[in-house]
């Protein structure tokens, strides 16, 4: 697990931010994928955009390229 | 003959030219400066018609300079009108309609039809910048022109992670924040219309599955990884802190740069931008495909993210636009 440096943290925050309930289009932050990430995925859980999770994972379809 | 042999023919006389000119002024400068200084010598040993013929001369130096400047403004615009006709051409085959500008009162009504049509309008305005921009590789410009262009948007309005699927051979992707993508507007748009390009121009197989592609990614990455860690004196794992450092003081230019490193390292070299380390571990492959895309994004997108991709990959960015020529 690589340590996360707490400036890059706030950086890759600002992005969510930016992009109000999406994550960034196309490529995921690294350094969101912790306790942080899960918070935000929870945020917009709540905020009904529940199909975010499945993107995040990835989905269903293993040869979808992203 | 070919535009592309026009242009450079072009450039090279326009270089000459410009390059001959320079040389005549200095050569009328010092023989203006002579006969400055031997107009005394001219007039006391009586042989004023030399000077008389010198100045003559001088002028008529002058003369040919400014004709040679004529000459090669005249190139300059001529190859200059000969760029817009080739990148016409170049829109012309991308099929990119022109933009129509309809004021009647249906859209005034409807704000979201609206909306909609200045989208389209924004997309149809960036993609044929691209084209027409000088920075970008001609190879690139004109493989997004016959095929990229081509690439089946299903959605452009789609709110999850941007994406191209090679089974139904479409892309998805949110136009509206594409358009004010931090790493340049379309930058998601021109990485999924690299995915189709890498799956769509050969038959039979991938560009990326190049053997010597994927090799000259790892071999650029450990090079790099290596040469960071001579620089500083340090360990491997001290390099990699440097290069998060050095990619997070130009995050969005290294963005695509960024993803390949993180995934050849772990994640050790990434900087912000990146897919997960989950996504690269469902497919050892993958690093080529994204790379491949990321590269195209690149090449197609702002200034100086190219340059960065050339910054970490040398050798691999120069065997992608070897395997974009196969698109062609």
């Known amino acids: 697990m690589i340590q996360i440096d707490e400036q890059l943290l706030a950086s890759a925050e600002d992005y969510f931010q930016a992009f109000g309930h999406m994550l960034p289009l196309r490529m995921l932050p690294l350094h969101l994928s912790n306790e942080t990430l899960c918070a935000q995925i929870a945020d917009c859980i709540a905020r009904g955009k529940d199909d975010l999770t499945e993107q995040y994972c990835g989905g269903d379809d293993e040869d979808i390229l992203y | ?328």
């Open chain 2, 1 to 328: 003959m070919s535009n592309r042999f026009s242009f450079s023919t072009a450039d090279e006389v326009i270089t000459l030219l410009v390059s001959a000119n320079e040389h005549l002024r200095e050569q009328n400068q010092q023989l203006s400066f002579l006969s400055c200084q031997m107009a005394g010598a001219f007039r006391d040993s009586g042989y004023e018609p030399l000077g008389t013929s010198m100045a003559s001369a001088l002028l008529n130096c002058e003369e040919i300079s400014k004709q040679i400047g004529l000459i090669t403004a005249a190139l300059g615009r001529y190859r200059e009108e000969l760029y817009r006709l080739y990148t016409d051409g170049l829109i012309q085959k991308a099929g990119l309609p022109e933009p129509t500008y309809d004021n009647s009162p249906r859209f005034g009504q409807n704000g979201e039809a609206l909306e909609q049509q200045n989208r389209q309008l924004a997309f149809l305005s960036e993609v044929k910048h691209r084209l027409r921009e000088k920075d970008i590789p001609t190879t690139a410009r004109e493989v997004y022109a016959s095929l990229g262009s081509k690439c089946t948007v299903a959605s452009n309005a789609y709110t999850g992670t941007a994406h191209y699927h090679p089974k139904k051979q479409y892309i998805k992707f949110h136009l509206e924040s594409d358009l004010q993508h931090p790493c340049g507007p379309l930058s998601s748009y021109f990485h999924e219309v690299g995915h189709m390009i890498d799956f769509q121009a050969r038959d039979g197989g991938r560009l990326s599955s190049d053997a010597s592609f994927g090799e000259a990614l790892r071999a650029d990455c450990r090079n790099y990884i290596a040469s960071v860690q001579k620089r500083y004196a340090c360990s491997e794992d001290g390099a990699c802190f440097h290069i998060r450092q050095e990619m997070m003081r130009c995050v969005n230019l290294y963005a695509d740069a960024s993803d390949i490193m993180g995934a050849l390292t772990g994640g050790a070299c990434q900087g912000i931008w990146g897919h997960s380390q989950e996504y690269w571990q469902k497919d050892p492959d993958r690093f080529r495909r994204e790379a491949f895309a990321c590269f195209f994004s690149a090449v197609m997108g702002i200034q100086g993210r190219a340059e960065a991709v050339q910054h970490f990959f040398p050798t691999a960015y120069r065997r992608f636009l070897e395997l974009l020529k196969e698109a062609l």
